[in-house]
């Protein structure tokens, strides 16, 4: 046990905090050189040996210790320190407690071995080599992306014979907060605490000062011992210069420590570096953080797009740049001319608009733009003309097969998918400004000629979305044929991620038909984000929708006559208004049927179904980085950018690991941390366009109400008892809460469930066939959440503030979409 010899020859049991080899971590593995550093620097670290990962290779080969191996190990545990005692044996991994994986629980650990009984010993020992074969090992390994049968050593540690032991985090590891210790502890050993059985009592320790936050049924420390343990930790993050996770024991006064590492993937604050100006957050319209993927593709085209288009249509907007912020999104919108103060007084801006010549050039175009026939025109060039040619390539895209690809080809496919997006959000955004027109002018006719409200006009068009509907409807199908026969719907409850090869093993036609749905549905990202995963990685969700489709015990609402219906209530108190009059209303609605399906469909068509091709390209690239441990993780690529993931493909770029982590850290901080709701000067209001040529006011005036009804402000909560928000949807319906905050949870949905969400995008239009109804904390009448709502006959409620922490799973509330409110009853579902 000498450490190393002046050769290259080891000794097989090295003492922790010799000089000699603990620094090696190919020879002692992660935990022992973090437990040798500690005490070599002084720190109360209960007496340790290491057999080293050459020794315990042997040990692998063998099934066990080796003959030649027992001297050694028998003169360790008869060392000073651990001799007749008992040992605490546990795994030390070269990979283990590293930056990018901690493999914490992952391997054996044997307690209270008696270190007088070599036999029990070298059974610890093998029993701990044996486990890093186990298959949770190699699965854990798997999804980091990381090469199997990593060498692995065996500490064989003096077990503390603890009053108390935990863990003690220097920061805290959800939050990314560093100004607190939080200390976690049991009465006795610490291994039910570490391996997540019991929480224990907590600690938060502030500037010496100690408080409980959580209790457990007795108390396990003193504040004094709970601030003399964060001290200990304390000193050992500063002596790493990191955040540190600590094991330690409490024997009779004394602090040992039984493990030190660094925090993992620990949150940590973006740095903002965004050009001077009014950045605004986008609320209401994301249900998670957008990843940094998804970021560097899609928001410059969102950009692009919206300002061509605002250009083309006459807009006081000259462009929109948009800007990712650890996952929020920020936007600055400049405005004809560049100026960056309020908006002039509208008599003003009236005769800017006459004199000046970018204002002058913006009223042609708007004069242009609503020129007759103009948007009938673009209307027709998407159903005759772009729909067919984005799907086209879409589908030409679709059936290559990424993973046969080169690297070459991989980086020459991604960029294609890109420019399908690019080409897709043009398009999209080009048919907006007619849109707006449209539908801002059935509203403000059923206003001025029937005093409706926006969500009353708005029914006049339900029924009319089909792309909103249309998955729903056919995904509705293929339960029907599903649930005519009992071996098809066996698959759905069974577990297994091969639901669709199942289901065509045991019903060719319910089969077929669901590969079918899932080729043309389950490839868009649920989510407006290139990043975002696709309902196609998730089958067994897949499954659990479909299941739930069978269970539906009502029909689903027939929107249609609900339409017919409404618009039979318009027309009726015209029938003695002049002809003018009824030509007005009935050329509104003809402008608005003509326009209110293109919004849904573009969207899909030209953003989310191209987005998913991105996404699977990028998938593909992410297992090729973790095979070649570029990455730890294959979905780590996430938090690349798209240039940074082209350059790796074609060997151009390298440290993607530590990229990938800092924006993973960056991304978890600000989900704890949302940022403002504007960065840098605060946002001017929008402009009083009254004084404007006729075709420019009105062009703005709709494009400004949309997106108003697009992103309505939040209602805050009313009184206790009830919340309040924008209606969306007409309707009343009565069931258990259901929080969604991420697409991962739709199979926790039931038939009948009021889902609560942050907000929702035209893929979760899965769910909405069978939920009773929808309240999210954003968006507004002409959101996708209301739009969706609409077409499946689901009361809405939408902008109501702090929903997802007000409101909780099982708890029963009735929805009112014609209010506006959600009412709480007085029991829960699950405690009646």
Known sequence: MTGLSSGAKVDDVLVVGDDRGGDDISLVGGKARA?????????????????????????????????????????????PGLRGGRLAVRSSAVEEDSPAASFAGQFRTV?????????????????????????????????????ANSAIA???????????????????????????VLVSAVVGLGDRLVDGLTAGEQWSVRNGAAERVLSAAAPVLTAPQAAAVAAVAR?????????????WAIEGDAVQLLQARAITALPTPPAVDLPEGAWIKETGRRADLITPFGASVALALVGEGLSAAFAAAGSLVERIEMASVGGEVYLRVIPVGGHAGPPPPWPVLGLLARVAPPLRARCRAARAALHPGVADGLFDRWASQWRPELLAHAERLRVLDVTAMSDAELDAHLAETV??????????????????????GLVVACRELLGWDAVQALELLTGLSPATSEPTRELSAVAELIGDTEAARAVLSAPGGDVRQRLREVDDKAGAAFDAWCDRYAVRVLGEDPGAATLAEQPAMLAGLLDAELARAAAPTNVNKDREFAVER??????????????????????????????????????????????????????RFARSRALDRA??????????????????????????????????????????????????????????????????????????????????????????????????????????????????????????????????????????????????????????AREHGVPAVLAVGGATNALHDDQLVTVDGTAGTVALAVFDVNRS
Request: aromatic share 4%; net charge positive.
């Open 111 to 147: 307690l209270g071995v008696a270190a007088g009984s070599l036999d029990d010993v070298c059974t610890a020992i093998a029993d701990v080599v044996r486990s890093a074969s186990d298959d949770r090992v190699a699965a854990y390994r798997s999804r980091l992306g990381s090469a």
């Open 570 to 623: 318009a027309r009726t108190p015209r029938a003695n208004r002049s002809q003018d009059v009824r030509q007005r209303f009935e050329a509104a609605l003809a402008a608005a049927e003509r326009a209110y399906p293109t919004r849904e469909d573009t969207a899909v068509w030209g953003a989310c179904h191209p987005a998913g091709l991105i996404r699977r390209a990028l998938v593909e690239a992410g297992r």
């Open 35 to 79: 437990l040798n550093r500690l005490a070599r620097d002084g720190f109360p670290v209960p007496p340790a040996v290491v057999v080293t990962t050459r020794a315990c290779a042997l040990v692998a080969a063998a099934g066990g210790v080796p003959a030649e191996l027992r001297p050694a190990i028998a003169a360790a545990v008869g060392s």
């Open 419 to 440: 420019e399908l997006l690019r080409r897709g959000l043009e398009i999209h955004f080009r048919l907006v400004p007619p849109y707006a027109v449209a539908i801002h």
């Open 635 to 788: 979905d780590d690529v996430v938090y690349l950018d798209v240039e940074t993931v082209r350059a790796a493909l074609t060997g151009r770029v390298d440290r993607l690991r530590e990229k990938a982590l800092r924006a993973r850290a960056e991304h978890a901080w600000v989900a704890a941390h949302p940022g403002p709701p504007f960065i840098g000067k605060p946002p001017a209001g929008s402009p009083d366009v009254r004084g404007l040529p006729r075709a420019a006011r009105l062009m703005n005036q709709a494009l400004m109400w949309t997106q108003n009804q697009q992103h309505s402000r939040p209602v805050p909560s009313g009184a206790a008892g009830a919340l309040h928000g924008v209606p969306a949807a007409t309707g009343r319906h009565t069931g258990p809460v259901r929080v969604i905050r991420r697409f991962e949870q739709f199979d926790q949905v039931r038939p009948g469930d009021v889902v609560v969400c942050p907000a929702t995008d035209p893929s979760w239009s899965v769910l909405f066939g069978i939920v009773g109804a929808i309240v999210t904390e954003g968006g507004g009448a002409l959101s996708h959440a209301a739009i969706v």
């Open 235 to 247: 000193r050992v993050a500063d002596r790493a210069g990191v955040p540190q996770d600590v094991e």
């Open 154 to 180: 065996v500490v064989l540690q003096r077990l503390v014979e603890a009053d108390a032991a935990g863990v003690a985090f220097t920061a805290n590891p959800v939050t990314g907060d560093r100004d607190a």
